[in-house]
């Protein structure tokens, strides 16, 4: 569903970056920009604008883009610095870009399952970049969720009773072969041996403050958080239960299509999101780019 129409001028650009056409792609989250070839360079009025517009809308949907790894990386720094995920192997010559396929004998899917991206990390990433190569003929969407709609959407005395709470985080539900959700790893040919960060852990607030709008969140990921400080596993999963189903309530999700040459960046401070593994038999290639602060 598509609601309003803005259009923005950027001054001081190429005649063919003149133009920012900036289209609501849902009421709860998410934009397509159009009008804007990111293969050609950015200039800094309009990495402002780029930047307000990921913090306004929470992900940003660019299509039609003929993009190399050395353009996303590029495009990637519009956006703060980048970092390499642990847990995927990189192209050679573009150590920030790693690729994410899934081959028509697959059965697992990278990343399958609700998350925000490296909340086990003491820094976990601060936005994702995701580039379309290949996509199904039909099947591969992504769903994003709206953290701080979900928050605002609580109780007032679920609100007062999370402020205060830290949950742990751990890479070892995903990334160690015994883990409850091994199966999300994606295909070992693609894994580093990255020992260092399979048992990673880090402790984050459940409700956090975003460091540029100010707006509270709901600070989850279904995938990676295994108890709440000061509870055991089994004393905190009635609450995380209860929160996880919160946060996935349709009321707070939009549905991002990909097409091939789709670039889509989203802001983990705010949403979680989840590969839908509805494409059996079928390839799909993807690039992807993690952004820190």
């Not at 989850?220 to 946060?247: M, R």
Request: charged share 20%; proline share 6%; aromatic share 6%.
């Amino acid at each position: 569903m598509h609601t309003r129409c803005e259009t923005r001028t950027i001054n001081g650009m190429d005649t063919s970056q003149a133009h920012l056409g900036l289209r609501r792609a849902s009421p709860v989250l998410g934009a397509e920009i159009s009008g804007i070839d990111l293969s050609a360079p950015i200039d800094a009025s309009l990495a402002t604008e780029l930047g307000q517009a990921l913090c306004d809308h929470h992900l940003l949907i660019f299509r039609n883009q003929r993009l190399e790894p050395k353009d996303l990386t590029r495009i990637g720094r519009v956006f703060g610095n980048l970092t390499q995920y642990p847990f995927l192997c990189h192209l050679p010559g573009e150590p920030f870009v790693a690729p994410v396929a899934k081959e028509p004998w697959d059965t697992g899917v990278f990343g399958g399952g609700w998350h925000t991206d490296t909340p086990y990390l003491a820094e976990p990433a601060k936005a994702t970049m995701l580039y379309a190569l290949e996509v199904p003929e039909s099947g591969g969407d992504t769903l994003f969720s709206n953290m701080q709609l979900a928050y605002h959407a609580l109780p007032d005395a679920v609100k007062k009773r999370i402020k205060p709470l830290r949950g742990i985080f751990t890479s070892k539900r995903v990334h160690q072969k015994s883990g409850a959700f091994a199966s999300s790893a994606g295909r070992a040919q693609d894994r580093t041996d990255s020992l260092a960060h399979d048992s990673a852990e880090a402790e984050h607030p459940l409700v956090r403050r975003h460091p540029e709008t100010g707006a509270f969140s709901l600070h989850l990921s279904p995938l990676h958080l295994a108890a709440i400080v000061g509870l055991g596993e089994e004393d905190s999963a009635p609450l995380i239960e209860a929160l996880n189903a919160h946060a996935i309530k349709e009321q707070f999700c939009f549905r991002l299509t990909w097409h091939p040459h789709t670039l889509a960046i989203w802001d983990n401070r705010c949403l979680l999101h989840c590969p839908i593994d509805d494409y059996a038999g079928q390839r799909r290639e993807m690039q992807r780019v993690s952004i820190v602060s």
